[in-house]
């Protein structure tokens, strides 16, 4: 049974730093494209940022453009979320995803494993 957990979430300041985890178990995470999805209260689910199982190369959703970073972890088992200069804007709760593609696709419907969440709150 493939499992899918977050960490990382938390509190931070205007213009701070988080760096979300998400650990696979149960199936050879590198056949998968990662994403990592966001909803905030009231708001639909939006894809923040995917990396392709075919070749690592990665997408950004306009707003985190130049801000967030998505890599995987040397031991294929982790995709690392590395979130700078945070604004009240990207409080909401993180989901990490993943689909057996080799590319990435921006609806959640696509993606058979999903983690719990983990809130991300960016407030003074």
């Known amino acids: 049974q493939g499992q899918l957990v977050e960490s990382g979430g938390g509190l931070v300041q205007p213009g701070g730093s988080l760096r979300l985890s998400c650990e696979a178990s149960g199936f050879t995470f590198s056949y998968y494209s990662v994403a990592w999805f966001r909803q905030a209260p009231g708001k639909e689910r939006e894809v923040v940022s995917c990396?392709?199982?075919?070749?690592?190369?990665?997408y950004y959703e306009d707003s985190v453009k130049g801000r967030f970073t998505l890599r995987r972890g040397i031991d294929k088992k982790t995709v690392y979320l590395q979130m700078y200069s945070l604004k009240p804007d990207d409080t909401a709760v993180y989901y990490c995803?993943?689909?057996?593609?080799?590319?990435?696709?921006?609806?959640?419907?696509?993606?058979?494993?999903w983690g719990q969440g983990t809130q991300v709150t960016v407030s003074s």
């Open positions: 990396i392709s199982a075919s070749d690592s190369s990665t």
């Open positions: 995803a993943s689909q057996r593609q080799l590319f990435c696709t921006s609806s959640g419907d696509d993606y058979d494993y």
